[in-house]
C-alpha cells in the first residue's frame, strides 16, 4: 500500500473528449449505477478535470478580473463577519451598546457595499459553477472503458491514493462500493 498521495495520468484529449458513442445518457432511475459511472470517471480524469476547472475558472478571471476578486473578497469577508458574530464578541457588544447610531451608520455602509458587489458575488460564484457542473455532466454522461475500470480498482484496493480519492472519500461518495466488497 501506497500512503503518498499522487495525481492521477493526464489522459490523452482523444480519451477524454472521445467520440460520441462514447457518451451515453444514463438510467436515473438506477442511481447506485449512475453514482458508481460518476465517481469511476471522477477518479480516472481528475487530472483533467482538475485542469479544465482551472482553465474554467481563470478565463471567467481574465473576463472578470475585479468582479472575481470582489466576489472573493466578499465570501471571505462574510466568512470572518460570520466567525465574529458567531463567537458573539464582547467588544462588538459594547460598541453596539454605547454607539447604536455609529453602529446603524456602519449596517447601512456595510449593506450598501455588498448589494454592490452582489454582481460580482455572483459571477464569482458562477465562475466556481460552471466549471464543476462541466465535470459532473461530463463524468455522468462519459461511459468507462477497461483502463478506467482497473485504474479505480487500484484506487478502491488502497493500492494508490489521489486527491480525487481522498476527495470523494471524504464526501462519503464509495459508500456504495465499499459496501459491495
Avoid: W
Avoid at 23 to 45: H, K
Avoid at 139 to 149: C, F, I, T
Amino acid at each position: 500500500m501506497s500512503d503518498q498521495v499522487r495525481f492521477a495520468a493526464f489522459r490523452k484529449l482523444e480519451d477524454f473528449v472521445g467520440k460520441a458513442e462514447n457518451y451515453a445518457i444514463p438510467n436515473f432511475s438506477e442511481l447506485e449505477r449512475v453514482n458508481n459511472r460518476m465517481s469511476q470517471n471522477l477518479l480516472y480524469y481528475q487530472t483533467n478535470y482538475f485542469v479544465c476547472f482551472l482553465a474554467i475558472f481563470l478565463l471567467m478571471s481574465i473576463i472578470h478580473p475585479l468582479q472575481i476578486f470582489s466576489g472573493l473578497f466578499l465570501i471571505i469577508g462574510l466568512c470572518v463577519v460570520a466567525n465574529i458574530m458567531s463567537n458573539k464578541s464582547p467588544e462588538i457588544q459594547r460598541f453596539k451598546k454605547e454607539r447604536p447610531f455609529l453602529n446603524l451608520i456602519i449596517v447601512v455602509f456595510i449593506s450598501g457595499f455588498l448589494f454592490n458587489l452582489f454582481g460580482s458575488l455572483m459571477i464569482f460564484l458562477f465562475s466556481i459553477c460552471l466549471p464543476l457542473s462541466v465535470i459532473l455532466i461530463h463524468a455522468a454522461l462519459r461511459l468507462r472503458n477497461l483502463n478506467n475500470k482497473i485504474e479505480n480498482k487500484k484506487e478502491l484496493l488502497g493500492l494508490t491514493k489521489s486527491p480525487m480519492g481522498l476527495l470523494l472519500e471524504f464526501l462519503d461518495f464509495f459508500v456504495n462500493e465499499k459496501l459491495k466488497e
